[in-house]
Each structure stands twice: as C-alpha cells, then as structure tokens.
C-alpha cells in the first residue's frame, strides 16, 4: 500500500512495482534443450516475467523450437536518426489448432511500457525519458513487424494481461 499523503506520487510507485517486478536477471535451464534453436547453456533471462514464459516454451508440448534473443532486427531510431540493432525477445514455433506451423517473434513489456506517455503540465526528465523510450520501441516494434511479415511469421508483445491473465504475477 502507498500513501500518497507523503507527497509521493502513486505514479512513480505504479513504476516502480512494474519495474521490479521486471528486474530480475539470471541463468534459464531447459528441461527439453534439444527445442531450443540455440546453445541451451547460454540462456539468459532478464525478467521473472521472461522466465516464465521460457518455462512455457520448455514444457509446452505445441511448442516445437523456441530461443531467447536469437533473432536480430535492424532498425532506425527516432532519436538519432542511426540504424541499431534490435534483439526481439523470443522467437517461437508452435504447431496451432489446425495442426499448421507458426513462427511468432514475442516481445515480452509491461502494459506501461506500450502506451504513449501521458503529458502532465510540467515536462519532468523522467517524461522524456519515457517519450524516447516510446519513440524507440515504437520503431523497433515497427520493423519488427515488418520483419516478421516478409518472413511468414508475426509480431507479438505480451504484456502482464496475457502472461498473466487472473493477475497472479
């Protein structure tokens, strides 16, 4: 519980809990390593969020091949105007309820993280920091996209709302 009557704003808490919830970073080891598109032994998970859904990938049968930062995505920043390089989260083949293939590259993001900032009436540095943010992974997302479609594939972010959907997290 925050008490806002500190003066502190509930805002920065809502942050703050995404954020550690998020900042988690360690070592996965797959069950099933031989579904694993990479080397099983280098798997690095940097949220507990991540780590869930590698234990999805591992355990899940229609999960065929998996991997975590495989797949590389060029792309231009809005914010310098130079191209970089984007490491989608995941890359996931599953057979779906057909029984056809299906490759997704899933971005893992809080909710927050995918909306545009709200403008509040003073422009702090942490507003915009969070519209360069936005700005950043709106082209990433874009290419990504672009990406994933010129591939047969597609591009998803999965937020707290499908990792989590009785909001046990």
Partial sequence: VHDSS???SDIFF????TYLCMAYKGRYIPK?????VADP???TYRSMWEKKFMVFCD???SVLRWGSETIVVPYKSPVDGKMHRYFVDFIVETINKRGFKETQLIEIKPKKQTKEPVKKSRVSRRYLYEVKTY???QAKW???TEFAENRGWTFKIFTEEVLFPNGNN
Avoid at 14 to 17: A, G, T, W
Avoid at 32 to 36: I, T
């Fill in 6 to 8: 500190s003066g502190t």
């Fill in 14 to 17: 809502s942050y703050f809990d």
């Fill in 32 to 36: 099933n390593p031989s579904k694993y």
């Fill in 41 to 43: 032994t280098k798997i």
């Fill in 59 to 61: 355990t899940k049968e």
């Fill in 135 to 137: 700005a950043v992974n």
């Fill in 142 to 144: 874009k290419s990504a």
